[in-house]
């Protein structure tokens, strides 16, 4: 009984350990030119939060379609012509180069309407700030 009164009035005195940040480096990653899909930074623990890739849609073709939930995304139009398929609404349709803003809870999917591949870079990022 006198241990536990020693490690709450311990904890009281010095509170509770902070989670340790990890170190993040600064990354150069080169885009390749081959294949559908590249990841270029995956979240935790190579960011805090960023997730990015490179995507390839062959004429015809269109992602699967997902919800940003609480993520805002910017996908940089590098090569082709497309659509951004957003659910409930009428599509958006853009050509490179441009930059495609989707704000958070936005169900959406891309599509190429070209005639050539489509590549993109996506950036999605959380919408919480610390």
Known sequence: MRMMWFSIVLVLICGCPTPVEP?????IVPLHDRGAYQPLVDGPPTSRGIEAGRV???PGAA????DTKSYEE???IVSGKGELRIAGK???GFEAPCL???PPQTSH???NIGEV???YVFVAAPTHRP
């Open 109 to 111: 999917a891309v599509a």
């Open 100 to 102: 495609v803003y989707v």
């Open 74 to 76: 910017a996908i940089t």
């Open 63 to 66: 992602g699967t379609l997902h």
């Open 90 to 92: 009428p599509s958006l």
């Open 23 to 27: 170190v993040l480096s600064p990354a």
């Open 117 to 119: 591949p489509l590549v």
């Open 56 to 58: 390839e849609l062959a």
